[in-house]
């Protein structure tokens, strides 16, 4: 018997139409696409994991050894650690992370800016505006700003028994300090746009002890020059509340770990936690570990790295 091509098309599609799948089915959820896994943040760590100031230096190649030994991506360095300024040795830093496969990716330098007299902040901001240039010849795209402190307790060890916290000179306020801060500041951003580096200010005691006092400062400056750098131990009470504050302004992080317990304190920070917030935060940039702890730095280093590797997977 023969069939016309109408009875044709219309018998096959009756039996396609048969055989088409549920949407709500088993198999449709099966083929559905899944959601791609977290990208990993990229690790750095800081030279200051390896010289806590009690020690002779570690000189900053064999962190950039150490580094690449670990297949961290990144050097953060310590402006104090370094041997020299000069132009040669700023090349062979440079030259030898890039032999190691290495990015030098901050530069964390000591600035105050809270002082009344005028002559004092200058030789800050002219310190600082010196250090964006080493940066800019070691290739590194961002420094660390401190805002300073009051000082009126000298010694560090004992502002660190006060929990950071230390009064005004006499006669003056915050609202001083943040205006001699603000407009120390500025005076950089010129030599930042020019170099292409990132002012990124940390909350490191001082007037950015709070994310009120940080967040203060960041909003005053508008330039794209100016960022925010988050250390995640520098918040010692009620930490990630104030940390989740400062995340979605954050360029640049530095994460604190404590093996055989903190040089001046040490804080149980659950970093599981931490690298959601950053997600949430969509937060793209490096993790620089500053391992602050009395372990020796080479083991102490390596179990930081494998701790934030595992709070990231």
């Known amino acids: ?78 402006h104090r650690q370094m041997e020299s300024e000069d132009n040669a040795y700023l090349q062979k830093l440079k030259r030898h992370a890039f032999l190691n496969g290495v990015d030098l990716v901050s530069l964390s330098i000591h600035q105050d800016f809270v002082s009344p007299d005028a002559a004092e902040r200058q030789k800050d901001i002219d310190h600082t505006i010196k250090c964006i240039e080493l940066a800019y010849k070691m290739g590194i795209p961002c420094i660390r700003l401190n805002s300073g402190r009051w000082g009126t307790i000298k010694s560090f060890d004992d502002l660190m028994a006060a929990r950071g916290v230390e009064p005004a000179i006499p006669g003056y306020t915050e609202d001083d300090a943040f205006k001699w801060c603000i407009d120390s500041i500025q005076q950089c951003l010129d030599k930042a746009a020019q170099c292409g580096v990132v002012l990124a200010l940390e909350n490191h005691w001082g007037l950015t002890s709070t994310p009120e006092g940080l967040l203060r400062i960041r909003k005053a400056i508008d330039s794209p020059w100016m960022g925010i750098l988050l250390d995640t131990g520098n ?20 994460a604190k770990t404590y093996y055989g317990g903190g040089e001046w304190y040490t804080l149980d920070l659950d970093y599981p936690r931490i690298i959601r917030m950053l997600r949430e935060a969509r937060y793209n940039g490096y993790i620089s570990i500053e391992f602050e702890g009395k372990e020796a730095a080479e083991t102490g280093v390596r179990k930081s790295v494998d701790m934030l590797r595992k709070a990231m997977s």
């Open 1 to 78: 018997m023969s069939i016309s091509r109408r009875d044709f098309m219309r018998n096959s599609l009756g039996s396609a139409a048969m055989l088409t799948i549920p949407a709500g089915s088993a198999i449709a959820a099966a083929t559905a696409p899944v959601a791609a896994p977290a990208k990993p943040f990229k690790l750095a760590v800081s030279t200051y994991s390896y010289w806590h100031f009690r020690t002779p230096k570690v000189p900053i190649e064999k962190v950039i050894d150490e580094a690449a030994a670990l297949s961290v991506e990144g050097v953060d360095i310590l």
């Open 235 to 254: 918040f010692l009470e009620n930490p990630y509340d104030k940390l989740a504050m400062v995340a979605p302004h954050a360029n640049f992080v530095q």
